[in-house]
């Protein structure tokens, strides 16, 4: 049968570029974690940035995330 349309999503940064203070700030404001926890999820990566979010919050935070210049993919 066809697949259900997909309706949670994980937000999966693969790449923080050349910008990773950027990236690091951003993740700390969409995960509310500290700099520091935030840094070695970003460092991390392929990083788990929010899980289960729908699509309309989950492309909300991929495209904040490649402002900042990171890589992202919605898994």
């Known amino acids: ?3 259900a349309e997909q309706t ?3 937000v999966v940064l693969t790449s923080f570029g ?3 203070l950027n990236v690091v700030k951003e993740v700390k404001n969409i995960t509310g974690q500290s700099l520091m926890d935030s840094k ?3 460092e991390g990566v392929p ?3 929010k899980e289960g979010v ?4 989950a ?3 991929k495209g904040k995330l490649e ?4 890589a992202v993919e919605l898994k």
């Open 18 to 20: 050349e910008k990773k």
């Open 1 to 3: 049968g066809e697949a």
């Open 67 to 70: 402002e900042a210049g990171g």
């Open 54 to 57: 729908d699509k309309a919050e």
């Open 59 to 61: 492309e909300e935070i």
């Open 47 to 49: 990083a788990t940035i």
């Open 8 to 10: 949670e999503f994980d």
């Open 40 to 42: 070695k999820l970003v």
